[in-house]
Structure formats: C-alpha cells, structure tokens
C-alpha cells in the first residue's frame, strides 16, 4: 500500500468502527475501501473482519451502562452467536464469491423491514410469554445473524436489532448494546477461524483496528444520546445505503 492508500484504510476504519457501534454495516466502508487498494475479495474480507474486532470491543465498553442485567440474556444467547460465526466462516471459505450480492441483500433488506416495522409487532407480542427471554426464535436468530456474520457481516447488527425489537419487551438502546456484545463474538470467532486458515493482509488489519477503536469509541458517545425514533431511523437509512452499495457493485 502507498501511504495515501494507508491513510484511506485507517479512515475507513474510524467510520467504520462508528457505524457499527451505533447500528451496524460499518464492513460497507472498509470493505470496498481494502478492494480499492489491491486486496483480493476473500482477502479484503477476512481482513476487514479481523481489524473491525477491536473497534467492536471499545464499542461494548461505551455501552456498559446499557449492559446492566443483561448477562443472563448474552450467556445464552451467545453459543448461537459462536456456532453461527463458524458455519458462516467456513462457508465463506468454500462458497463461491459470486454468492455474496444475493445473500447480503436480502439479508439487509429484511433486517431493514423487521426495524422498521418492530414497534407495531412489539405490541401484538405484548400479550405473548417470553418475551423477557425472546424465545428459542431469538436464540435461532442470533444463530442465523452469527452465520451471516462469519461469511460477510455487514447488517449483522440490522438483523440482530430488528429481532430483539421484535421479540423482548427492552429500550432500543440496551438492545444495541446487547448487540455489541453478540457482534463482537461473532467477529470475535470468525477472525480465529480466518487467522489460522484463511490469507490475511495483517498491514490491512491493523490499519483498520486502529481505526476501529477510535471510531468504536465515538460511536458509542454519539449513539447512547439518540432518541430511539432518531436511532431506528438512523439504522433503517444505512440498511438501505448497504443494499445501494451492494447492488450498484
């Protein structure tokens, strides 16, 4: 990398690191950005996957206020997070790259549909048990989320966040905050997985982990002060700008 294109890579990792602490799809920044300076796709990917974990960990401690009593929620939410970032990683590995535009884009949109529509279903589930637990339907859709996660990531967040919404009776800003704890082991898992088999630009992994944690930080200051109307719409805006980017591509 030229130094100018260095520079590009950390700067996309600040944004990228933001956006994903606040909803998620900050991959929609750093990954485009890693295939405009040479790097192969699975490469770009893998790379991208491994420098946003550290953003994602600054991310979860700007959000410890919103994470009080939610440890019984994450210790059984997250082995389906944990399974689901190792299927998706390996199927990462053995797909064919030309899968990725499908899969994320619908992907995205649905997550984008569940956000907008959850405070009206929140309150047709009102009257429904399990609600303080979301059910064995989250703890699959933390396994599905985790999966989409390990393969490509971007919206993750989006899909986690619309079926929480959907599925406990919890303020917007504590479920982000869970979503931070379960986007980071999703990250978290499928960076081992790729360090140990896949080929990584470590040069690109450190320039967007730098980045990343200062924009995780940010992230988290600027999005605990959003309304959750302004939040959710926020989150809907940069669904749609994924699938933009995605199809356009």
């Given at each position: 990398?030229?130094?100018?294109?260095?520079?590009?890579v950390l700067a996309a990792g600040?944004?990228?690191?933001?956006?994903?602490?606040?909803?998620?799809?900050?991959?929609?920044?750093?990954?485009?950005?890693?295939?405009?300076?040479?790097?192969?796709?699975?490469?770009?990917?893998?790379?991208?996957?491994?420098?946003?974990?550290?953003?994602?960990?600054?991310?979860?401690?700007?959000?410890?206020?919103?994470?009080?009593?939610q440890r019984g929620r994450l210790?059984?939410?997250?082995?389906?997070?944990?399974?689901?970032?190792?299927?998706?990683?390996?199927?990462?590995?053995?797909?064919?790259?030309?899968?990725?535009?499908?899969?994320?884009?619908?992907?995205?949109?649905?997550?984008?549909?569940?956000?907008?529509?959850?405070?009206?279903?929140?309150?047709?589930?009102?009257?429904?048990?399990?609600?303080?637990?979301?059910?064995?339907?989250?703890w699959l859709g933390a396994l599905?989320?985790?999966?989409?996660?390990?393969?490509?990531?971007?919206?993750?967040?989006?899909?986690?966040?619309?079926?929480?919404?959907?599925?406990?009776?919890?303020?917007?800003?504590?479920?982000?905050?869970?979503?931070?704890?379960?986007?980071?082991?999703?990250?978290?898992?499928?960076?081992?997985?790729?360090?140990?088999?896949?080929?990584?630009?470590?040069?690109?992994?450190?320039?967007?982990?730098?980045?990343?944690?200062?924009?995780?930080?940010?992230?988290?200051?600027?999005?605990?002060?959003?309304?959750?109307?302004?939040?959710?719409?926020?989150?809907?805006?940069?669904?749609?700008?994924?699938?933009?980017?995605?199809?356009?591509?």
């Open positions: 990398m030229t130094p100018w294109e260095m520079v590009a600040v944004a990228g690191g933001a956006i994903n602490t606040v909803v998620g799809s900050g991959s929609l920044i750093t990954f485009p950005t890693l295939l405009a300076v040479g790097l192969p796709p699975i490469t770009a990917n893998v790379s991208n996957n491994i420098g946003l974990v550290p953003g994602g960990l600054t991310g979860v401690m700007g959000y410890r206020p919103e994470l009080k009593g210790l059984r939410l997250a082995p389906a997070s944990v399974a689901g970032a190792l299927a998706g990683g390996l199927l990462l590995l053995n797909l064919p790259e030309a899968t990725f535009t499908v899969v994320v884009t619908v992907l995205i949109a649905l997550s984008c549909t569940l956000v907008m529509i959850q405070p009206k279903l929140s309150r047709l589930l009102a009257i429904r048990p399990g609600r303080a637990h979301g059910g064995p339907w989250l599905v989320a985790g999966a989409y996660g390990g393969y490509f990531g971007a919206g993750q967040g989006i899909l986690l966040l619309g079926l929480m919404g959907i599925l406990l009776d919890e303020e917007l800003q504590r479920l982000n905050a869970a979503k931070n704890v379960l986007v980071v082991l999703v990250n978290g898992t499928a960076a081992i997985l790729y360090a140990l088999v896949a080929d990584v630009d470590w040069l690109a992994v450190l320039l967007v982990a730098l980045g990343s944690m200062a924009g995780g930080f940010l992230g988290a200051r600027l999005g605990r002060r959003l309304p959750p109307t302004l939040l959710r719409g926020f989150i809907v805006v940069i669904g749609v700008v994924a699938i933009i980017k995605l199809l356009s591509d």
